[in-house]
């Protein structure tokens, strides 16, 4: 069974910074495309940041809000991704999630809240 579970967000002030984890467990990240995705209140669930699997090289691509000011990684030992993320913006408050959308297209996590205000 894939199972996504997602932790660390919270409150943050703008310009601050946070770190999300995301613990997998059926599957092995590394060898998989993981990817970050966040929705916001009234929008739609939007793409976020990747990373390719070890096997082709773990190449990072991020969306253009968040690029230069988020970073995608992970721990193969610990099976988890990360997503460091710094100059947060009110803009990026919203429900962070994992997921694997190559192979387990239909597997969520719960997500985790981050609300970016002053």
């Known amino acids: 069974q894939v199972q996504f579970v997602e932790s660390g967000g919270g409150l943050v002030q703008p310009g601050g910074s946070l770190r999300l984890s995301c613990a997998a467990s059926g599957l092995i990240v590394s060898m998989n495309y993981m990817s970050w995705y966040r929705q916001a209140p009234g929008k739609e669930r939007e793409w976020v940041a990747a990373?390719?699997?070890?096997?082709?090289?773990?190449?990072?691509t991020y969306a253009d809000s968040v690029k230069g000011r988020f970073a995608i990684s992970r721990d193969n030992a610990k099976n988890t991704v990360y997503l460091q993320m710094n100059n947060l913006k009110p803009e990026d408050t919203a429900v962070y999630y994992c997921?694997?959308?190559?192979?387990?297209?239909?597997?969520w996590g719960q997500g985790t809240q981050v609300t970016v205000s002053s």
């Open positions: 990373i390719t699997s070890i096997n082709i090289g773990g190449s990072t």
């Open positions: 997921k694997a959308p190559g192979r387990f297209p239909d597997y």
